[in-house]
Nanobody, 117 residues
C-alpha cells in the first residue's frame, strides 16, 4: 500500500538542531495533509506540525518559532527542521500522511529524538 521511511533522528545537545525527513512511497495518487507527531512514555501522541497540499501550516504552541515543516509534493516528502532544541523535545517522532482520496492515513515507524542538557 503506502510506506513511510523516516530519517534524521538522533542525539543532540540543547540548543542544537536536527532535521527530520519522511518519504512516502507506494500507491499514492495524492496527499492531502502531512503531519509530524511525537510521543513520550505515559503521554498521548501529540501533533507537532502539519502542512496541507496547498502549503498551509500549523504548529503546536510549544514549538512555534523553533520548528518549521515543509513538503515536496513532487517527491511526496515532508521534513521538519527543528532548531533551538530543548530537553522537553525528547520523544519518538512519527510521520503521518493523509491521502486525498478516501482519507486513508498511514504512519511511519517513528524515529527517536533525544536532546541532552
Amino acid at each position: 500500500q503506502v510506506q513511510l521511511v523516516e530519517s534524521g533522528g538522533g542525539l543532540v545537545q540543547a540548543g542544537g538542531s536536527l532535521r527530520l525527513s519522511c518519504a512516502a512511497s507506494g500507491r499514492i495518487f495524492g496527499i492531502n495533509v502531512m503531519r509530524w507527531y511525537r510521543q513520550t512514555p505515559g503521554k498521548q501522541r501529540e501533533l507537532v506540525a502539519a502542512i496541507t497540499s496547498g502549503g498551509r501550516t500549523e504548529y503546536a504552541d510549544s514549538v512555534k518559532g523553533r520548528f518549521t515543516i515543509s513538503r515536496d509534493n513532487d517527491k511526496n516528502t515532508v521534513s521538519l527542521q527543528m532548531n533551538i532544541l530543548k530537553p522537553e523535545d525528547t520523544a519518538v517522532y512519527y510521520c503521518n500522511v493523509e491521502l486525498t482520496y478516501g482519507g486513508a492515513g498511514f504512519w511511519g515507524q517513528g524515529t527517536q529524538v533525544t536532546v541532552s542538557s
